[in-house]
């Protein structure tokens, strides 16, 4: 019997993947553990084993397809077994190869499918009395319009109707199917011809021509070449979901700043120490490190900031999953510190470095890419001194770390003009600088009120400030 290879669940919250590459053809002979494709998220890269001994009897998705998960990809059996009736497609003969025998009209120049002015109505694809179910399903799962007029018995809409609809019209990506069922295009610019959401919003009749990639001929006289490059990839899906949080949430930013003279002080002291650093496992210990400890330390007092907002439903966790903010070749990936709050400031910082080389290295595991309840990531190596970081949904809130810059700072009243540095130009005056590092919190306003931001900030500034005491009390 034919084996079905289905698109696996690759984490809990991963809904669909990309099919990047096929590392086998129809016909080829596969072992259960031949590579069949490479697949990615938004998260990692996996490549999917064939499972089963045999021959690829139909590959069911093309190259670029975002497929949903536990979603058919590709059919394994024997030689010249059915793969049709594998999939359950067989009991009707209605499916693509019965609707080749029914009457062909000829293709019109434009889509077939009728207008919706002209359709029977959809509401729940099941109010029409002569339309089949498995007619309905297929019709459902594809966004199809049904058809006005069947070969079945009465002219009944059967199966084989909605799938000769179907041979007439390109195929849809997942994404535009959500839009359900309209008139579509002659013709998609997604891969194969697919036509994608913005085809969709476009209207009905000639697709607009995706460019090819790659340099164009200057526009005007002078103007230099223009380079297009289709947002496809993960880079498509990153895309999406920074578009999604901010549509799906109310996200304003906070900006505080703390002082880094105890951070410094104590990054310098473990690279003085070298060998001995190294033997208790500390030499490799960073700023961000240190800054990590910390937003473990103080997000148990403030469980609203370390929660999830889904539909209606706020969840708060007891444990700490940290993300970390990971910049790879193949894009922004936020790999998770599982119960940071247990760790000690070593056991981040090792796992931490552990996880970050996984995402540049495309090993990470949906395991470890997922289920995060706070995210934390840094720019301030790049000197930046301030952004607006965009929440990783469903959390609540994202921290922003940024760069460290001098900064005014007012001297104790029995120090002023005693410091010992002889600048009169500050320290005679009570004012002196010391290296602040600035920290860029953003929540969302729908679960998370101004008041009780500021309050977890101002908290994570004077840890940050004081992470000398923070280290002595766990």
Not at 210 to 217: E, Y
Not at 259 to 282: C, D, F, M, W, Y
Not at 394 to 419: T, Y
Request: proline fraction near 8%.
């Amino acid at each position: 019997m034919a084996y079905i290879l289905i698109m696996p669940r690759q984490g809990n919250t991963v809904e669909s993947c990309i099919i990047t590459d096929w590392k086998v053809k129809e016909g080829d002979t596969v072992a259960p553990e031949t590579t069949a494709c490479d697949v990615e998220t938004d998260k990692a890269a996996f490549e999917i084993p064939a499972g089963a001994a045999g021959t690829v009897l139909k590959l069911l998705c093309a190259c670029g397809d975002d497929v949903p998960v536990l979603r058919p990809i590709a059919v394994i059996g024997a030689p010249g077994e059915d793969w049709q009736a594998a999939l359950g497609e067989g009991s009707e003969k209605g499916g693509k190869e019965a609707s080749k025998n029914a009457p062909s009209s000829p293709k019109p120049e434009a889509q077939s499918i009728p207008s919706p002015q002209n359709a029977p109505s959809m509401r729940g694809h099941g109010a029409a009395a002569g339309v089949s179910p498995r007619a309905r399903n297929l019709a459902a799962q594809e966004a199809l319009p049904l058809p006005t007029s069947g070969t079945g018995p009465g002219g009944r809409i059967i199966e084989r109707d909605v799938a000769a609809a179907l041979e007439n019209r390109p195929p849809l990506t997942v994404a535009a199917k959500v839009f359900g069922p309209q008139v579509v295009p002659v013709a998609g610019t997604g891969i194969g011809g697919r036509v994608t959401t913005a085809d969709l919003t476009a209207g009905p009749g000639v697709a607009p021509v995706s460019p090819a990639p790659g340099p164009r001929p200057p526009a005007s006289p002078g103007e230099g070449a223009v380079t297009e490059t289709p947002v496809k990839g993960i880079r498509k899906i990153i895309s999406d979901r920074m578009l999604h949080s901010l549509s799906e949430s109310a996200q304003f930013t906070l900006n505080a700043s703390a002082s880094a003279v105890k951070i410094q002080e104590i990054r310098g002291g473990i690279k003085t120490l070298g060998a001995l650093a190294e033997g208790h496992g500390i030499s490799k210990i960073t700023i961000n490190d240190l800054v990590l400890f910390a937003v473990s330390r103080t997000l148990p007092r403030f469980p609203y900031m370390n929660a999830h907002k889904t539909g209606d439903t706020v969840k708060t966790f007891e444990q700490i999953h940290l993300a970390i903010a990971v910049d790879t070749p193949r894009g922004l990936m936020v790999p998770v510190i599982r119960n940071a709050n247990q760790l000690s400031l070593a056991q981040i910082s090792s796992e931490a470095k552990r996880l970050a080389a996984a995402c540049q290295s495309g090993s990470a595991r949906p395991g470890e890419l997922s289920g995060s309840t706070f995210t934390v990531t840094n720019l301030g190596s790049f000197g930046v001194t301030s952004f607006t970081p965009i929440l990783n949904t469903p959390e609540v809130a994202i921290l922003g770390v940024c760069g460290i810059e001098m900064k005014p700072a007012a001297l104790p009243a029995q120090e002023a003009g005693n410091c010992g540095c002889g600048c009169n130009c500050c320290c005679g005056n009570g004012v002196r600088f010391e290296p602040c590092i600035a920290f860029s919190l953003t929540v969302n306003h729908q679960v998370v009120d101004g008041a009780p931001a500021a309050k977890f900030l101002k908290e994570l500034t004077n840890a940050v400030a004081n992470i000398d005491i923070l280290l002595v009390s766990g």
